[in-house]
């Protein structure tokens, strides 16, 4: 990850070359140059691993040595304060690098900071939870069964761009904490931002240099992990349409894998919801980070009594957005990553069969904020969501939400803003949910809320962060007393022993 050397005097920003791999500087590889979607200028390049370098990254390693909760806690303390020191330069790449515009980009960072230093490890690798044995008879013998979490050895994160150094830090300090050493593979367009966290990491130093982070591309590196007799855990964050692939390769070379796409957020706005207080929700929700998080609004679905009252006030507030470079002026929504997403975008909205109330207009990779009324419901909007700033809208009830929903193929996150519904009656009848917000914006999380991910990988369900990066094993064998010296008690006499 090397930042052009005239690009570091004239902005004064003092940046590491290469990545950071096993506690040694790395990328001798092809180099790449990063535009920035704000301004269209270079504003650093990507030194990619090479050969040699992927095969070292990549090769089998003994197992982690135990790390106590006092390790990691050290380790992350130390990392808190590298990150401070970079705070300037890390919000102006994150900036340059995604577009978002200035609020947004102090959400994120501030967000980073926090998390890291609210980080509180309970437990490493030689704290790991075992259950309560589970009794039975086998014949004349009384055997037991115990689960225990271990770690899958290595976790490997195909990282995104639109959150790099938030979801980076938070992947980072949970695989540690379950006993894994990680791999962070940093986007290309997130350069600068990795170069930083690269050489923060440096400075806290990782005890047993158990992290990596670098820049290669996904398809390389995922190819040399299945090629690797290394146990790992693949753990995909991108584009839903690389999904299956994934899951089926690392099905056949005998890998884990665990798969954050693209959510598809659903809101329900119930009649007694405020219609003002709605309005404005909405749109926060459609366009923070200029809608490309999993969690964004995607559609709405506006009970019928309220419905002509909430679409007015959208029109209302949406014709006073502006759209715009958010590096020169004060703008609500910026460009779009690339102009290949934006034209995607405006695809989406051309053949949902919508009618378009506000925006639509597309210049490069700058789409203006668009509300659509009433899509087909079985369009690629409705049923796969819009990666941009856009929101759709719809009149329905409560039945007309939940019928509808299950044509949401990446049903991550739904909204329902109702102060009488019931969470317990929308939990029994939304299927593949993981994450329900009662009258809140789903696209604003809480640092350390849990979450989950696509049903369909098997091991994302909503939990500890930490416990995605382990895995359950059972251990089997015959039960003794210590009272009977070694020898087996009846099964009857423990029974009664224990209650």
């Known amino acids: 990850m090397i930042i052009d050397s005239a690009l570091t005097e004239e902005e004064g920003i003092c940046l590491p070359s290469g990545s950071l791999l096993w506690g040694t500087q790395g990328g001798k590889g092809e180099r790449t140059d990063v535009f920035s979607p704000a301004s269209g200028e270079r504003i650093a390049y990507a030194s990619q691993l090479s050969e040699k370098e992927l095969v070292a990254l990549t090769a089998p390693v003994s197992v982690l040595a135990s790390l106590t909760a006092q390790e990691i806690a050290d380790f992350a303390a130390r990392l808190h304060r590298a990150l401070l020191s970079m705070r300037p330069d890390l919000r102006e790449a994150m900036q340059l690098e995604t577009a978002f515009i200035s609020e947004d980009c102090e959400e994120l960072l501030e967000g980073s900071l926090a998390y890291v230093e609210g980080y509180c490890c309970q437990s490493g690798q030689a704290d790991n939870m075992q259950t309560v044995p589970i009794l039975y008879r086998q014949g004349a013998q009384t055997r037991q069964i115990r689960s225990l979490r271990t770690p899958w050895g290595t976790i490997v994160v195909i990282l995104p761009q639109n959150a790099f150094l938030l979801l980076g830090i938070v992947c980072l300090l949970n695989a540690l904490a379950a006993g894994n050493r990680v791999i962070l593979r940093a986007p290309m367009q997130s350069a600068r931002s990795a170069a930083l966290l690269a050489k923060a990491i440096q400075i806290a130093q990782p005890p047993q240099n158990s992290v990596s982070l670098v820049m290669i591309r996904a398809k390389e590196l995922l190819f040399a992990l299945y090629k690797s007799p290394t146990a790992c855990l693949i753990h995909y964050m991108g584009s839903s349409r690389h999904a299956p692939q994934i899951l089926s390769d690392t099905f056949q ?246 209650q």
């Open 253 to 498: 070379y005998g890998k884990a894998a665990l798969i954050d796409g693209e959510g598809n957020g659903w809101v329900w706005v119930g009649a007694d919801a405020c219609p003002e207080t709605a309005a404005k929700l909405l749109i926060a929700g459609a366009l923070r980070y200029n809608g490309q998080t999993c969690t964004s609004i995607n559609g709405a679905v506006i009970h019928p009594a309220l419905y002509s009252n909430v679409r007015d006030l959208l029109i209302r507030h949406w014709e006073k957005l502006k759209a715009g470079c958010p590096l020169s002026t004060p703008v609500d929504v910026g460009p779009l990553f690339d102009v290949a997403q934006a034209q995607w975008c405006e695809q989406q909205i051309g053949s949902s069969g919508g009618l378009v109330l506000c925006g639509g207009q597309r210049k490069a990779n700058l789409l203006s904020p668009t509300l659509i009324e009433n899509p087909n419901p079985n369009s690629a909007l409705v049923t796969e969501g819009l990666f941009g700033p856009a929101l759709w809208i719809a009149p329905g009830d409560a039945e007309t939400f939940v019928e509808s929903w299950r044509s949401n193929r990446f049903p991550l996150c739904a909204g329902i803003l109702s102060p009488s519904a019931d969470p317990g009656w929308w939990h029994a009848r939304l299927q593949n949910l993981a994450r329900l917000v009662m009258n809140g914006d789903i696209s604003q999380e809480y640092l350390f809320e849990p979450w989950g991910g696509y049903p369909s990988s098997g091991m994302n369900v909503v939990g500890d962060w930490k416990e995605k990066y382990q895995r359950v094993v059972q251990t089997d064998e015959p039960f003794f007393c210590e009272q009977s010296s070694g020898y087996q008690l009846p099964f009857e006499t423990y029974e009664a022993a224990t």
